[in-house]
């Protein structure tokens, strides 16, 4: 594995899942090695080709890992991406637009009715692209990273990604049998699809990770989320996003739910109710305080029984680890240098050393 300790990560990381990880938080820090290089490849002119021109992003993938320090249980992930409306654009075989650093669907959907069921088809070019820029990760991958699982939005956040989330907000009042059969038919194609996914990641390597930088070396599992949720009441949360959820979290073998921002927070006991839910990922937003204000969140969560994930600056580690515990939590912290890398790591040991 490209600058990390293969054994190492995936030791603590088993210990993360079983919550066994007594002597502090794992954390994953990044920054640009002594010396990094910039890359130098071709790089294609139109936005569209940096996404789909899968030599070039295999190759930018592979010159960052090798420029990148992975301190504490950091590790190098190239997750095939072609952004957060791949599910709904595959379903509806709706075109994406692509910008610098995201893509979305063009909205195609007027009225579900008019819609044919939607269901998972192999021969879909989103699909296929997907597994070509998969296919072509695995070829170079060498042992050197893991291979993620794709962005994947389901539920209320595909029907968004079709329609527009406003026109989804006015359908669950004027036509909530609607969204509850297209939900059901996006659950049908999740599971299908992700069969897919695990299949063919279970061939190459130990266990599956994603976007989120968190490795199960032993179970399928994914991190599933609702950012339309923000949107919606607490009632509607349970009618329509919870259905959702707890079928996800029967098909997989360990889970998360990404909570974004603070609009989302209202579902916070409800998502802490779950006995399904293993843990919880809270991203508390540009603009907001940093990891150290969410005391009550944290404790919530971690009272609840859940694991955790948040992104952290160094300045939060001492006075995080006055209330949370270090078992099942999981930091992440980017720098500007490898030695302020190692010093975040050495800040996070001597202040769980003092518990």
Not at 58 to 76: D, L, S
Not at 146 to 170: F, N, Q, R, Y
Not at 220 to 237: H, Q, V
Request: a negative charge.
């Amino acid at each position: 594995m490209i600058n990390q300790n293969y054994e190492y990560v995936r030791e603590r990381f088993r210990q993360f899942w079983n919550k066994e990880n007594h002597d502090r938080p794992l954390i994953s820090v990044f920054a640009p090695k002594d010396g990094a290089q910039p890359f130098r490849g071709k790089v294609p002119e139109k936005i569209k080709d940096r996404w789909l021109d899968f030599d070039y992003v295999v190759k930018r993938e592979i010159h960052m890992f090798q420029n990148t320090y992975y301190g504490g249980e950091a590790f190098p992930c190239l997750n095939p991406n072609l952004g957060p409306d791949f599910f709904g654009a595959m379903l509806c075989d709706l075109d994406v637009e692509f910008g610098e650093s995201t893509s979305w669907a063009v909205h195609g959907v007027d009225d579900w009715e008019q819609l044919p069921t939607m269901k998972f088809d192999e021969k879909n070019r989103w699909w296929k692209l997907l597994e070509q820029l998969t296919d072509y990760a695995v070829r170079e991958c060498k042992g050197d990273y893991l291979i993620g699982l794709t962005d994947i939005h389901s539920g209320l956040d595909a029907l968004t990604s079709m329609k527009g989330p406003a026109e989804v907000c006015m359908d669950l009042y004027d036509c909530p049998e609607n969204i509850s059969k297209r939900l059901e038919e996006c659950r049908a194609a999740y599971a299908q699809m992700m069969r897919k996914c695990f299949d063919r990641l279970s061939q190459v390597q130990e266990g599956h990770t994603n976007w989120c930088q968190i490795w199960n070396p032993d179970r399928e599992w994914y991190i599933t989320s609702c950012d339309f949720s923000c949107l919606i009441s607490k009632d509607d949360f349970d009618s329509y996003v919870l259905p959702t959820l707890e079928f996800e979290w029967d098909m997989l073998g360990a889970n998360f739910y990404h909570l974004d921002g603070v609009d989302a927070l209202r579902h916070l006991d409800r998502l802490c109710g779950c006995e399904k839910l293993n843990g919880i990922q809270w991203v508390y937003g540009a603009g907001q305080p940093t990891a150290r204000a969410w005391k009550d969140v944290l404790c919530r969560i971690q009272d609840a029984g859940k694991n955790i994930q948040i992104q952290v600056v160094p300045e939060d580690i001492r006075p995080l680890s006055e209330f949370l515990r270090p078992e099942g939590v999981h930091l992440t912290c980017w720098v500007g240098s490898e030695s302020e890398a190692k010093a975040v790591v050495k800040e996070l040991e001597s202040a769980y050393s003092h518990r």
